[in-house]
């Protein structure tokens, strides 16, 4: 077998593994751990500080509920409603709007959450790591 023959049977190998993966049984909830977001206005770009902009650390997404929820203590009982705009085999793409506030979301399968806000001459956005809540909980027993 030739290099070249090789290297394209193991493409169409992968080709056929990545494609029966691409069925993820999406769980009820998760948690997510929030990087450092990143502000714009019309000036230009920064790097902030979640402690800055009040934004809690940790949140948890109810993906059957709509809900995006604070975890951490000093945000106790903050939410938002957001609304499922599509639910594929890979990705969830979220929306909502609230206090004049757009936001949107992508959650991965990999669990991976990328979280955009805009308000009027300022938009925000931060990356997240992500994990089903049930596995968080199994994991404290």
Same mark, same amino acid.
């Given at each position: $077998?030739?290099?070249?023959?090789?290297?394209?049977?193991?493409?169409?190998?992968?080709?056929?593994?990545?494609?029966?993966?691409?069925?993820?049984?999406?769980?009820?909830?998760?948690?997510?751990?929030?990087?450092?977001?990143?502000? #714009?206005?019309?000036?230009? #770009?920064?790097?902030? &500080? @979640?402690?800055?902009?009040?934004?809690?650390?940790?949140?948890?997404?109810?993906?059957?509920?709509?809900?995006?929820?604070?975890?951490?203590?000093?945000? !106790?009982?903050?939410?938002?409603? +957001?609304?499922?705009? /599509?639910?594929? =085999?890979?990705?969830?793409? $979220?929306?909502?709007?609230?206090?004049?506030?757009? +936001? &949107?979301?992508?959650?991965? /399968?990999?669990?991976?959450?990328?979280?955009? &806000?805009?308000?009027?001459?300022?938009? +925000?956005?931060? +990356?997240?790591?992500?994990?089903? @809540?049930?596995?968080?909980?199994? !994991?404290? =027993?």
């Amino acid at each position: $077998m030739t290099p070249r023959s090789y290297f394209a049977a193991l493409i169409l190998m992968l080709a056929a593994l990545g494609a029966g993966a691409q069925t993820p049984d999406w769980p009820a909830a998760v948690v997510c751990a929030l990087g450092e977001p990143t502000t #714009c206005t019309p000036a230009g #770009c920064r790097e902030a &500080s @979640l402690d800055a902009l009040d934004v809690p650390r940790l949140i948890r997404l109810d993906l059957e509920d709509g809900v995006m929820h604070a975890v951490t203590p000093q945000h !106790s009982g903050r939410r938002s409603n +957001f609304k499922v705009i /599509e639910r594929g =085999e890979t990705k969830i793409v $979220m929306q909502g709007y609230e206090n004049g506030r757009a +936001f &949107s979301a992508v959650l991965d /399968e990999p669990g991976t959450l990328a979280i955009s &806000s805009a308000i009027e001459g300022t938009t +925000f956005s931060v +990356f997240a790591v992500c994990t089903d @809540l049930e596995l968080v909980a199994d !994991s404290a =027993e």
